[in-house]
């Protein structure tokens, strides 16, 4: 393609190639503080025009790649790097196979791994960027990866995505990439992990505590039994059906062994206290 | 030379790869993903020197593969489950009958839905019998449940409510619109029992299915994979009277031709060892096929828009007469969602 770039986050590494230089732009810049990658790729992404006259005439990004969702619309040139960012987590989504994944954020301190576990609006990424900011390592806020030999977490810390009030809560910290307005998730901007999460990468942590967090709720906490935590993980799992028997005896051992919990929450503040209380 | 070209080149010729640098690679792993061929590619290169990076990649697509095979044969197991009860043949077709059989055909092979083939007159019992087994419709459409109903060759596609996967059941292997008609009967007639109360077709109308499918039936979509599964059964039958048989099969389902351009083009693309006689001489048009085969780049893009076109058009006219063509694309045209 006319534009490309590559590059790798923890152990998967992205071709992503476009039609137009500005996306491709915005993504060496969001990941300039990244190791270079000149290896073979594991995924290939391209952002190329919806229709022919799309490149120029209201350009249209149109999502392709070597996964894709036939229902993905495409996007304003103005979003593609938004369109980037989401065809990349659908490489790893519906492609990856090395690891479990859960969509969860995930940071660790001293060597073990807190995994936050919830759909979109449960605020895993806000919570993952402000324990990042208090001194835990990023691991990553869209996908934890576990491993079927070990049953570590495997960094995976892209850029943190955040969006509408949450980019205000965190203004004042790290380095973040372009802001994007008006997407149809609201306004998004990219929180650049700090160059000690970059650098350990590739080191795994231990899990050691799983919360299910929720927001909009009055605080409270409660114990997630086995069975319960386990139903739960499969279906905040894109591969735990793909991965067939690996990816059954990776979970049963993932909630054996780490104590799980649903916290709510109000606001930040109170999460962030909960969590503390939990972490003990 | 397009990254498709390459990849016939190392399928055929596993050596090939050897000369590949990491462009190259690349290249040759996004298209082969786009081809539903990166399994069978990694079967190919096993044991092969490989780029640091590359082994990971297609140790993967080799798991994928297994998966797939995997949970296709549960499948097949889920309707032999359900179908059992009537007594009626129940033969595996495509993909899931390749692994059933432990055909070279299916080894790395993509799997999707579960393609089977039963006698006309027992579809409805069939139909019945999923139905009860958890397997439901996939399109609510009057227009399309009626369209399939009155001149496909199959059910409208159901999926199982429990596990999402979907099954094909066929009467025949051409649309009843086609000018080709097949002897069902006969490919019935011919089927080879697996022991479990399932058949696959037999060698040579397996030969025949994949022809019909690749260029009577199709705008030649995945292509490249439905050609590798000619040329894996072709090398594969082990009978010295081969040539004889496959020429009786594909004459006795009116596809002679269609059967013959299949064995040029994998013989030319792949190195298929066939029959001259069979095959016939090159034909200039050969070349059309081959150009639209190779259509695709390093990104696992489609290219050369305007063969596709032709193809696309091709694969209609093969499929239905004039008036009724115009007045299907009028009715999808008219039911077309804004915007699309």
């Known amino acids: ?280 | 030379m397009s990254a498709a070209a390459t990849l016939v080149r190392v399928l055929r010729d596993p050596g090939a790869a050897a000369t590949l640098d990491v462009a190259g690679w690349t290249g040759l792993i996004a298209c082969a993903r786009a081809e539903q061929l990166l399994g069978t590619l990694a079967w190919r290169v096993d044991g092969l020197a490989l780029p640091a990076g590359v082994a990971p990649i297609l140790a993967d697509a080799r798991d994928a593969a297994e998966a797939a095979r995997r949970g296709a044969l549960w499948e097949a197991e889920m309707a032999r489950r359900a179908l059992v009860p009537l007594g009626v043949p129940a033969i595996l077709l495509k993909g899931t009958a390749f692994v059933a059989a432990g055909l070279a055909a299916g080894q790395g092979r993509a799997i999707g839905d579960l393609d089977l083939l039963v006698p006309r007159d027992a579809m409805a019992a069939v139909e019945t019998a999923l139905i009860d087994a958890g397997w439901e419709w996939v399109k609510p459409d009057p227009y399309d449940d009626a369209y399939y109903r009155r001149w496909m060759h199959e059910l409208p596609p159901m999926i199982h409510r429990e596990r999402d996967r979907m099954i094909d059941v066929h009467h025949t292997i051409l649309p009843l619109t086609a000018r080709r008609r097949p002897d069902a009967g006969a490919l019935i007639a011919a089927a080879q029992p697996l022991g479990n109360g399932l058949s696959v077709l037999h060698p040579a109308d397996m030969i025949v299915h994949a022809a019909a499918h690749l260029l009577a039936d199709g705008d030649l979509a995945g292509g490249l994979r439905n050609l590798w599964d000619i040329d894996r059964l072709v090398r594969e039958w082990d009978d010295p009277d081969a040539a004889a048989v496959l020429r009786r099969h594909a004459a006795a389902h009116n596809l002679a031709d269609t059967v013959a351009l299949a064995l040029r083009l994998s013989h030319r693309l792949y190195g298929t060892p066939v029959d001259p006689a069979l095959a016939g001489a090159a034909r200039p048009s050969d070349g059309w096929f081959v150009r639209r085969l190779l259509a695709r780049d390093g990104w696992g893009r489609p290219t050369r828009p305007a063969t596709r076109l032709a193809f696309y058009v091709r694969s209609h006219w093969l499929r239905m007469p004039p008036a009724m063509l115009a007045r299907h694309l009028w009715i999808k045209w008219l039911r077309k969602p804004p915007g699309a």
Not at chain 1, 154 to 175: E, Q, T, W, Y
Not at chain 1, 233 to 259: C, I, K, M, Q
């Open chain 1, 1 to 280: 393609m006319r534009h490309s770039v590559t590059v790798r986050v923890g152990p998967a590494a992205f071709r992503v190639g476009a039609d137009w230089r500005s996306p491709i732009e915005q993504l060496r810049d969001l990941y300039r503080d990244y190791p270079a990658f000149g290896g073979v790729p594991d995924f290939t992404v391209s952002l190329s025009a919806a229709r022919p006259w799309r490149r120029w005439i209201r350009p249209s990004v149109a999502i392709g790649g070597d996964f894709t969702l036939p229902e993905a619309a495409p996007l304003p040139l103005a979003h593609g790097l938004l369109a980037a960012e989401m065809a990349m987590n659908l490489q790893m989504a519906l492609g990856w196979r090395r690891h479990l994944l859960l969509h969860a954020a995930t940071v660790e301190r001293d060597g073990r791994a807190l995994i936050l576990c919830g759909e979109s609006g449960a605020g895993k990424s806000t919570l993952a960027a402000m324990l990042h900011r208090t001194g835990w390592r990023l691991l990553g806020d869209e996908f934890a990866l576990i491993d079927p030999a070990t049953g570590d977490v495997h960094p995976f810390p892209r850029p943190i995505s955040l969006k509408n009030s949450s980019v205000a809560l965190l203004r004042d910290h790290g380095r973040w990439g372009s802001l994007l307005t008006g997407t149809p998730k609201g306004d998004i901007r990219h929180l650049i992990p700090d160059p000690a999460s970059i650098a350990a990468m590739t080191r795994p942590a231990v899990p050691a505590l799983l919360l299910f967090p929720r927001f909009g709720f009055d605080a409270a906490a409660r114990e997630v039994g086995g069975s319960e935590g386990f139903v739960r993980l499969t279906t905040a799992s894109t591969n735990y059906t793909g991965l067939g028997e690996a990816g059954f005896r990776t979970l049963t051992r993932l909630v054996h062994h780490v104590p799980m919990a649903a916290i709510d929450y109000p606001d930040t503040d109170v999460a962030l206290t909960l969590i503390e209380e939990l972490w003990r």
